[in-house]
Structures are given as structure tokens and as C-alpha cells.
């Protein structure tokens, strides 16, 4: 394991939680735009994560552990300006989950937000938008009878009891917004 790679890969991830976290908190996310410190940061991670997989392919579990790995995928998952290289991100990932090297619910997430982005409809139901009054509601889905399936494959819970997940968040979300208030 290389563990000066995986304690970068992780510090990019807790510097964009933490970045995340404290627009939130200070109201500037969300927004109709992409946040200028989020995308220079984003753009940064991204950079760098295209370097080691120059060095050393795609930064597995093998590689970097299970974290790290995760930490790889997050960079690349919000990599959202350079689409292509999430695509190549895609590609990398399914050769990755093919070797047991990631988790495939990584596969799911970045590949959907890949055909979302490009306009596609989504193949596992990982993404989702707001209807007209704020809840989530999942882009439209590739064959939706057999998304569950799909889910499933990849070790992720039904798209129904995910919705049911995010609906909750939202009711909480609203709660504390109004006790607040």
C-alpha cells in the first residue's frame, strides 16, 4: 500500500467536505451557480487525481486502501467541469470494480452523473434533481422496471427506499430550517 498517496487522496476529500460544509453553513451553497471556491478547488483535486492516475492507474483498495479509494472517487465524482474526465474516470472504475479493487456503488454514482450531465438518462438512479416544491425526485432512469436490479448488482439499496432516504433528509432539513427561523 502506498500510504503517503493515500493520506493525500483522503486530505482532498476532508478539504472538500469541510469547504462543502462551511458554505452551507454559511449560506452561500446551495446556489444556481457552481460556487467559484468549490470549482477551484474541485478543478485543483482534479488535476492532481489525473496525475496519479498517470503514476499508478486508477488509486484502489490495493493501492490505497479503502478510504483513499473512496477519497479517489469523491475527487473524480466532483470533477463536473471536465467531463471527459469523468468518462475516463468511468471507464477506469469498471475495470476496477471488474478486479473487486472499489466499491461499485463508485461506478454507479460517477456513471450516472456522467450520463446526466451529458444529457443522457441515467442507468442506475443515483442522481437526483427537485420536483416543484423542493423534494427529491430522481432523473429519468434507463429502464427503470430493472434499475432495483442494477442497484442491487452493485450493492445498493432499492431506489425506493434511497428516495425514502433523501425524502427524510429533506423533512429534517425543513424542520430545523423552521425551528431556526
Not at 471507464?91 to 461506478?107: F, K, M, N, T, Y
Not at 443515483?126 to 442497484?151: H, K
Request: proline content about 3%; glycine content about 4%.
Amino acid at each position: 500500500m502506498n500510504q503517503n498517496l493515500a493520506d493525500e487522496l483522503v486530505t482532498m476529500m476532508t478539504e472538500d467536505q469541510r469547504l462543502l460544509q462551511q458554505l452551507f453553513e454559511s449560506g452561500e451553497l446551495p446556489s444556481e451557480s457552481y460556487h467559484p471556491q468549490m470549482k477551484a478547488l474541485h478543478e485543483h483535486n482534479a488535476s492532481r487525481l489525473k496525475e496519479i492516475i498517470s503514476a499508478h492507474g486508477w488509486p484502489g483498495i490495493s493501492l490505497v486502501a479503502e478510504d483513499a479509494a473512496k477519497a479517489a472517487w469523491l475527487v473524480a465524482q466532483h470533477s463536473v467541469s471536465d467531463t471527459e474526465f469523468m468518462a475516463e474516470c468511468v471507464s477506469l472504475l469498471e475495470d476496477a470494480v471488474a478486479r473487486q479493487d472499489v466499491e461499485g456503488w463508485q461506478l454507479a454514482f460517477i456513471q450516472d452523473r456522467v450520463r446526466t450531465l451529458s444529457g443522457k438518462l441515467q442507468y442506475y438512479g443515483t442522481q437526483f434533481d427537485v420536483d416543484e416544491n423542493g423534494w427529491p425526485t430522481p432523473f429519468p432512469i434507463e429502464d427503470s422496471a430493472t434499475v432495483n436490479e442494477r442497484r442491487l448488482r452493485l450493492g445498493l439499496n432499492s431506489l425506493e427506499e434511497r428516495l425514502g432516504q433523501m425524502t427524510e433528509q429533506e423533512r429534517k432539513r425543513r424542520a430545523n430550517n423552521q425551528q431556526t427561523s
